[in-house]
């Protein structure tokens, strides 16, 4: 069976600080993709990034970086310097099989203080 | 291209009243997708139809209907609506053919039973 955890329910931080959210995943395929989504307040899905299984590489984007592991089935992301804007609901997702749909973690969500 | 639509953004049910919620895309993709969202919860996968006249179970498919009469449209019915579907209803749609189960998501129903 798929799963996705995310085991962090509510992160605080104060600007400007770093913070990690953890996603851990199962699957038994060995062709999947990773995704993480942002929900802010306003309430759509904002899609940030996709990770297949075949590329372990870490990214960067500007203050977002993703470390995936699958060693570990592991794919966490980092906020480096953290502004008020980061303050959301962040989703990990697992896709494979199919069906085509993704399996959702239960979300993080991250408060950023001024 | 507007991308993935959902008609209405927020309603409001008794017990017992019924509604259909559209879905609309515009970007010819073959497969699409109900989920709800509750709090806590993450997103869920309601039903999903992978092709024109198709579509399957998800993983809470209980009291909800859908249909896919065409392929830009994909229908979510509630019969007889229960407070336990008041929840946020987002609908996707991919093109699975890129094997990148990247999904694009609508903006969102609210919708709350009284």
């Known amino acids: 069976a798929q799963k996705v955890t995310q085991a962090q329910t509510e992160i605080s931080v104060v600007e400007k600080e770093d913070v990690t959210l953890d996603c851990v995943y199962e699957?038994?395929?060995?062709?999947?993709?990773l995704f993480w989504y942002k929900q802010p307040p306003s309430g759509e899905l904002v899609f940030l990034i996709r990770r297949n299984s075949f590329d372990e590489q870490n990214e960067i984007s500007g203050r977002y970086s993703w470390n995936f592991q699958k060693s570990t089935s592991s794919f966490n992301f980092t906020i480096t310097a953290s502004q008020v804007v980061d303050s959301a609901v962040y989703f990990c997702?697992?896709?494979?099989?199919?069906?085509?749909?993704?399996?959702f973690g239960k979300g993080t969500k991250l408060s950023v203080k001024p | 291209n507007a991308g993935v639509t959902q008609t209405p953004k927020f309603r409001v049910l008794k017990t017992g009243q019924s509604m259909t919620l559209l879905c609309a895309q515009d970007?010819?993709?073959?497969?699409m997708y109900w989920y709800r969202q509750d709090p806590g919860m993450g997103l869920r996968l309601i039903h999903y139809?992978?092709?024109?006249?198709?579509?399957a179970k998800g993983e809470v498919p209980d009291g909800y209907n859908v249909s896919r009469l065409k392929k830009q449209n994909f229908l979510l019915g509630l019969e007889s609506a229960a407070p336990s579907q008041t929840s946020v209803y987002f609908c996707?749609?991919?093109?699975?053919?890129?094997?990148?189960?990247?999904?694009?998501f609508g903006p969102g129903t609210r919708l709350t039973v009284t």
């Open positions: 699957t038994r395929d060995t062709t999947y993709y």
């Open positions: 139809s992978v092709g024109e006249g198709t579509t």
């Open positions: 996707a749609s991919s093109f699975p053919r890129l094997g990148t189960y990247e999904q694009y």
């Open positions: 970007m010819n993709h073959e497969y």
């Open positions: 997702a697992l896709g494979g099989g199919s069906q085509g749909n993704l399996i």
